[in-house]
């Protein structure tokens, strides 16, 4: 996601209830509607600030919602820095730039001119990633090309697309088809008719696939993404280009009644939101986007107090972040698998297992894991659990979260993972080799784990203290500064008067 801007080096993903080093980078929120925020070529930028120990840095700055790496996207302003008409000029330009070559209609009718060409002339560069009509053949006769295309690869696009790995900006970690035929299946058996997917194409394409060979499925699907190239294998109401870090689609007002009206049919009922984010994304914008998702449903129901279910796919250790924003979400032992990840795949045991797991606000009775994988069904939890994750009758709870049995440590009244041990020195588990000096986990400010500086009921104490430290800074600086003149004054004096001395001293012996 976005990280610290002199240099702006990437933030590694947060960890497990704030797990973090010394000092890391914070998102403010909200927003101040009144200030909107500058525009990078991935849409509105977000305000973030250093913190190191709970001490803010005195300058905020933006930087893009989407990206963590400067390489991809470069965009950096302080927030109280004043740009002149030319910088602010040469910055949409360079905006316009980066955008897609092609607009959403371009793509839509380029897509239906290429259905209707023989399979013979049917082309996809793989180079450029687009698919080709004969007028742009001569254009690609030195790129390497795919011959006849055919109907059933155009129906899956993530097959014939290069996934774009880079886990701070795209993460095109594609699900497995275990993992997608199970989510498929499971979203049927839940009576669900509508699927907005959001950042998982796999998916998407599966629902549609289905849909086309099996006339009893009614499910529909809406695909919001970040990457365009799936605007040249999908119609307007199938696809919207969408930055899920700051709720930005691309094609403006067209693209997001489209998204509204699918939220909203039949009056809200049978939808459900799918979304599998990058992996190094930061929990909050996320979190932001997501309940304005689920604002946009709320419009068209009539019942306040329903929930708009949804399957948050993301690493086991974020738990506590996600449960932070949205309390009534609850994890599941489900692995979710990837086809290009060389970690996360079905099969592997103890700690190679992927720790991906489903965050929802289904209650997981209804949710039934497949037995053939090696899950069961706890009658004391009354929901499926792995295998291995044995029920605590201390703990009363199946308290594995990455899939192996985890041990009951008295001390700390509750269950750790296998390999840790009680540290009497930290009094509470850790891994056997790790530092008792360390950095701690949890709130800057108070050391808490259950919450971020951010929301510290202590931050305006925290705030205040480190204001009295700022200006006692400066005043100390200024008063060495002052010191410093002094002696440079009384040092230049001194040595003019010696100067003076050794020629008299020359003089005299000359004479």
């Known amino acids: 996601m976005a990280a610290s801007r002199n240099g702006f080096e990437a933030v590694e993903a947060e960890g497990s209830a704030g797990c973090r080093g010394s000092s890391g980078m914070e998102v403010v929120l909200p927003l101040d509607p009144a200030v909107p925020a500058p525009?990078?070529?991935?849409?509105?930028?977000l305000l973030f600030v250093k913190v190191t120990q709970g001490k803010e840095e005195t300058r905020r700055f933006y930087a893009c919602s989407a990206c963590r790496d400067r390489k991809d996207c470069n965009f950096f302003q302080w927030e109280d820095e004043k740009l002149s008409g030319a910088r602010l000029a040469a910055r949409e330009a360079h905006n316009r730039r980066c955008q897609p070559p092609l607009s959403r209609t371009q793509c839509v009718e380029r897509y239906l001119k290429f259905i209707e060409l023989p399979l013979t002339?049917?082309?996809?560069?793989?180079?450029?990633?687009?698919?080709?009509?004969?007028?742009?053949?001569?254009?690609?006769?030195?790129h390497q090309v795919l011959g006849n295309v055919s109907i059933?690869?155009?129906?899956?696009?993530?097959q014939l697309l290069y996934p774009l790995e880079n886990k701070k900006t795209n993460a095109q970690y594609l699900f497995a088809d275990r993992s997608c035929q199970f989510l498929v299946d499971l979203l049927s058996a839940l009576g669900f008719r509508r699927v907005l997917c959001v950042g998982t194409p796999r998916l998407h394409e599966l629902i549609k696939l289905t849909a086309s060979g099996d006339k009893k499925s009614n499910i529909k699907s809406l695909l919001l993404d970040i990457d365009f190239r799936y605007s040249q294998f999908y119609m307007e109401d199938s696809f919207c280009h969408y930055n899920m870090f700051n709720h930005h689609f691309f094609d403006g007002k067209t693209a997001l009644e489209v998204c509204r009206a699918f939220l909203q049919e039949d009056k809200g009922e049978g939808i459900i939101m799918v979304t599998d984010p990058p992996f190094g994304g930061l929990v909050e914008p996320l979190a932001i986007t997501f309940k304005k998702l689920i604002a946009m449903w709320k419009e068209g129901q009539s019942q306040d107090d329903k929930e708009l279910p949804i399957f948050w796919i993301f690493p086991y250790f974020f738990e506590s972040r996600i449960c932070q924003f949205f309390p009534s979400f609850q994890m599941l032992d489900y692995q979710v698998d990837y086809d290009n990840h060389a970690l996360y795949k079905h099969g592997k045991t103890g700690r190679k297992q992927s720790p991906v797991r489903i965050f929802t606000n289904i209650p997981p009775d209804k949710i039934i894991l497949p037995t053939e994988e090696g899950y069961r069904f706890c009658s004391l939890c009354q929901r499926y659990v792995s295998l291995e994750n044995q029920h605590c009758e201390h703990c009363n709870s199946c308290t594995s979260k990455d899939g192996r049995k985890w041990n009951h440590c008295f001390l700390c009244k509750k269950c750790v993972k296998p390999s840790w041990i009680h540290c009497s020195i930290c009094n509470h588990c850790a891994v056997p080799d790790h530092s008792c000096e360390g950095p701690k986990d949890g709130c800057f400010i108070c050391g808490e784990l259950d919450h971020k500086r951010s929301t510290c009921p202590n931050i305006a104490t925290s705030k205040r203290a480190n204001k009295a430290v700022r200006k006692q800074k400066q005043r100390k600086s200024n008063k060495m500064k002052m010191e410093t003149t002094k002696g440079q004054s009384m040092n230049h004096t001194s040595a003019t008067r010696r100067k003076k001395r050794r020629e008299r001293a020359h003089q005299y012996l000359g004479s």
């Open 39 to 45: 525009l990078c070529p991935h849409g509105p930028t």
């Open 121 to 142: 002339q049917r082309k996809f560069c793989q180079t450029c990633q687009q698919l080709l009509l004969p007028d742009d053949w001569g254009q690609h006769s030195e």
């Open 152 to 158: 059933s690869q155009l129906r899956r696009p993530s």
